[in-house]
């Protein structure tokens, strides 16, 4: 079947350009429209945020400014005035370190583009000092010195700038030269001052500099910069001074009152300052604390949700030692300003101090979640914690605040710090050592972390160790003191010939003492005696110390302790030290004392006999007894000094028995038993011995036991006519012997017959084969009487060169030079001989000496230490004498303890 054309052909679709043009005006209408709806927006999103930026500075909202700012860089970086506000903002305002490195970038691409204005290039200066990079900022500096040649702080920055690379006189260049300029910069007055030294020209001495600087900058700046420099200094006063001046003219400055709270002394100072007023004026602790807390009582009153005034306030009412004021502060703080949550840190803190441990807690608790960071909040967890003894839960919740903490927090050496304490009281001693190690470690200074290490290094036995981190830190409050108390039982634990006393003696030492309280020195010092089983002296310096401070009980409690009272406390350290010492007599003394103080006479006297019938070996049968009628009667002369009358008839008839034993076995020990029976108010015995014909070999002895006879009287005066008469008597009978001489001339010298003893043994002399003994005694008379002094020092000498080593013959020389008023040779000569070897007038010589040469507080411990009461010594009167006189003269209070 046929078809048309028009039925089997297709038909061709044609392009309709009118519609075309159509369509493409009306999207190109559609794009331009929204584009240029697009640009209004964003032009007006730039304003919105440029114009906000501005305002939230002209408001001092610097945080908000800066969001702002950096929010309309990032959409239109080309805005070079908005890019150098923000830069000024960050280096002049914000300032931490990451907006100062922040700062530095934009001002580095601001001087690229060309923009090279002086203020930037030095803008970009002082960040480049705050941060350190040296060489960028003296790159800057060097086209300003330049420029601004009459810019102080050019200048400084530059001298800053030599000083990091150690070149001392560019430095001292830069800072004079600022202080050239017209307006003077403080801080250069200040580095100034540091770097004075002997040779610096006297207007450049720090004094001078100072003084200038607040003439010339009379601002709260330059005050504040000198207060520093005499914190630094230890000058507290001046600094305070300066602080109060600078707080008069700028009140609420945050950097002042920071630096107020941390100068102030804490309320335990309050008591020994209060009465130290300075000729000057200055204020004692007590009212510089009371002035802060009324400072920033007025600071709260005029900004209520000022939480830096707030925290401020409360840590001056917790140095005050008005610790509710304190916890009472933070709490209405946090009532005007809940958002502040350092005031919530500080309030836990103290809380826990205070130890109101489940407040505490309930303050954290109400921190809202995220609200603090996780280190903060960790660590305030884990202090809670151990408040509680809940060690594990406390050292899992320190690790989190260290885990989390930043490089640049406080928590992380805290919470450390506080993880070897932590570990510490678990009884965990090796991690907590190696944890303080830690903290020492990333910070060098950290004074709680040696403190705590010292402290574990204790608990761990290990006592070396612990002496040693302490002897770093003695200049910290009541370290000195504890530290000494380790060195006395390290030096117990040690034997004998290992023990060290000298660093223990410089830190008792009295001449700018090291520990400040006088009855805590005299306590170490008696321990320390006692350590080395010297009773009688420790017993003196306590005795001392109870009459200088009558009302401090731990004085009583000690003498008490030492004197057999509380026997179970010394008893076996008495036992270490008479095994380490048999033959000291001072030991089995304080060992007799104690079987008194358990009120069984038997078993004091029991002690004795078990000396005398079981001697220490290497000593004979008769020193045996000797030692043990020695113990006895230092036994009596400290239970008299007690006023314990009871006790003393056993052990008197102890002694006078084994007196009379000793000399039955030996009659060259009759002088013992003269002495025996006199000090047991027994003269009737005494004299029926003496009145008894002697033996021709006993006449030395007999004359020595008419000698023993004084010396052992209580007066002296009513025995020696009969003692002179009974030595001439011998003398008479056997002129032939010289030693007997010498004996007259002894009692002439008790009987203050000086010339007369000097006579006599003048005409002994040529009689003597060995003139030793002769040649000393007259020296030491012509010492006394101040006369023909050359020849008392040629004598002396001669026998010192012939017996070099015998201390009774240094101790006349130290005489003869304190007679020449050569105090610095007599205390040489003394020096050299050991104490233990020093008689009683040597230690008389030693301290006349030391008070001599001006250190009268060492001369002062050195009569607190005699080893012994003058009235029972054999010191000659002259001897006695000068005793009285140095005690009188050093210390009136002791005079008491001497007459008794």
């Excluded at 304003?47 to 860089?73: C, I, N, P, V, W």
């Excluded at 002049?92 to 001002?107: D, G, S, V």
């Excluded at 203020?119 to 990079?133: P, T, Y």
């Excluded at 600022?178 to 307006?183: A, G, I, N």
Aim: proline letters at 5%; glycine letters at 4%; aromatic letters at 6%.
């Amino acid at each position: 079947m046929a078809t048309t054309p028009s039925k089997t052909t297709s038909k061709r679709r044609v392009l309709n350009l009118r519609a075309a043009v159509i369509m493409s005006v009306l999207f190109f209408g559609v794009w331009f429209g929204f584009r240029k709806l697009h640009a209004r927006q964003f032009s007006r999103t730039l304003d919105f945020l440029r114009s906000t930026a501005m305002a939230m500075l002209e408001k001092e909202d610097y945080r908000s400014a800066q969001l702002h700012l950096t929010q309309y860089l990032a959409l239109k970086a080309g805005d070079l005035e908005a890019q150098e506000r923000l830069s000024w903002l960050l280096s002049e305002k914000i300032q931490t370190p990451k907006a100062l490195h922040q700062a530095f970038r934009l001002n580095e691409d601001l001087l690229r583009k060309g923009m090279t204005s002086d203020d930037l290039r030095l803008r970009q200066a002082r960040v480049a000092v705050s941060l350190n990079l040296m060489s960028d900022a003296d790159a800057h500096l060097k086209v300003l010195q330049t420029t601004q040649a009459d810019n102080a702080e050019v200048w400084y920055l530059s001298s800053l700038c030599s000083n990091a690379a150690r070149n001392r006189e560019a430095t001292i260049h830069g800072l004079r030269r600022s202080l050239q300029c017209t307006k003077k910069l403080p801080g250069a007055y200040v580095e100034l001052a540091r770097l004075a030294d002997e040779e610096t020209p006297e207007e450049y001495q720090p004094e001078a500099l100072l003084t200038r600087m607040t003439k010339e900058c009379d601002s709260a700046e330059a005050r504040r910069l000198r207060a520093e420099y005499y914190l630094e200094k230890g000058r507290r006063d001046e600094a305070m001074s300066d602080l109060w001046i600078a707080l008069e003219q700028a009140p609420a400055d945050a950097t002042l009152n920071s630096l107020l709270v941390r100068s102030l002394p804490s309320w335990q100072d309050a008591g020994a300052n209060s009465e130290a007023q300075t000729q000057s004026g200055d204020q004692s602790t007590e009212a510089q604390l009371k002035r802060a807390m009324q400072h920033f009582e007025k600071l709260v009153e005029s900004e209520p949700s000022n939480a830096s005034v707030r925290l401020s306030h409360a840590a001056v009412c917790w140095k005050a030692g008005q610790r509710k004021a304190a916890i009472t502060t933070l709490e209405a703080g946090i009532q005007k300003n809940a958002h502040a949550f350092q005031q919530h840190e500080a309030l836990i803190d103290y809380l826990i101090s205070s130890g109101e441990t489940a407040k505490a807690r309930r303050v954290l608790d109400s921190i809202p979640s995220g609200a603090l960071p996780r280190d903060e909040y960790s660590y305030s967890l884990g202090r809670i914690l151990m408040e509680e003894e809940k060690w594990p839960e406390a050292i899992k919740a320190l690790e989190q605040a260290i885990a989390f903490s930043r490089g640049d927090s406080e928590i992380g050496p805290r919470a450390q710090l506080s993880l070897a304490i932590c570990r510490t009281r678990s009884g965990d001693l090796g991690p907590a050592l190696e944890t303080f190690r830690a903290v020492v470690e990333t910070q060098p200074q950290s004074l709680p972390g040696k403190l705590g290490m010292a402290s574990a290094f204790v608990k761990a036995g290990q006592l070396d160790m612990a002496i040693a981190t302490y002897q770093e830190l003695t200049d910290l409050p009541g370290v000195a003191p504890y530290l000494a108390d380790l060195m006395i039982r390290r030096n117990l634990q040690q034997r004998p010939t290992l023990r060290r006393w000298e660093q223990l003696d410089e830190l008792l030492r009295e001449e700018k003492p090291m520990i400040p309280d006088p009855v805590q020195r005299s306590l170490l010092r008696a321990d320390r005696l006692f350590a080395e089983g010297q009773i009688l002296a420790a017993l003196s310096v306590l005795d001392q110390a109870s009459l200088q401070f009558p009302s401090r009980r731990e004085v009583q409690s000690a003498i008490s302790r030492v004197s057999g009272e509380f026997s179970k406390d010394v008893e076996g350290r008495l036992r270490t030290l008479v095994a380490e010492q048999p033959l000291n007599p001072e030991i089995r003394a304080a060992l007799i004392r104690l079987a008194l103080g358990r009120k069984n006479s038997a078993s004091a006297v029991e002690e004795i006999e078990k000396l005398v019938n079981e001697p220490p070996k290497g000593m004979t049968s008769d020193q045996a007894i000797q030692l043990a009628i020695i113990s006895a009667e230092m036994a009596i002369t400290q239970e008299q000094r007690v006023h314990r009358k009871d006790t003393v008839p056993v052990l008197k008839d102890a002694a006078a028995r084994f007196a009379l034993k000793l000399t039955q076995q030996n009659p060259a020990f009759e002088p013992e038993l003269i002495r025996t029976y006199i000090r047991n108010d027994q003269p009737a015995e005494a004299l029926h011995v003496l009145k008894a014909q002697p033996s021709e070999p006993q006449v030395v002895t007999r004359a020595a036991s008419w000698l023993s006879l004084v010396q052992a009287s209580p007066d002296r005066d009513k025995v020696l006519p009969d003692a002179m008469k009974g030595v001439y008597d011998l003398i008479v009978k056997h002129p032939e012997r010289p030693e007997l001489r010498a004996f007259y001339a002894d009692l002439l010298i008790y009987a203050r017959q000086h010339a007369l003893a000097e006579n006599t043994l003048q005409s002994v002399l040529p009689m003597t084969i060995d003139p030793s003994r002769i040649q000393s005694r007259i020296a030491w008379l012509l010492a006394v009487e101040k006369k023909h002094l050359p020849e008392a020092r040629e004598l002396i000498s001669s026998v010192i060169q012939t017996y070099p080593d015998e201390a009774a013959y240094r101790e006349v020389q130290a005489r003869v030079l304190l007679a020449e008023n050569n105090s610095a040779g007599a205390f040489d000569v003394l020096k050299a001989v050991p104490l233990k070897q020093l008689s009683l007038a040597g230690h008389t010589y030693r301290v006349a000496a030391l008070a001599g040469l001006g250190r009268r507080d060492e001369a002062r411990a050195a009569l607190e230490q005699f080893p012994g009461f003058a009235e029972s010594s054999d010191m000659f009167p002259a001897d006695v004498d000068l005793f009285r006189s140095l005690t009188s003269q050093l210390a009136p209070q002791m005079t008491k303890s001497t007459s008794r």
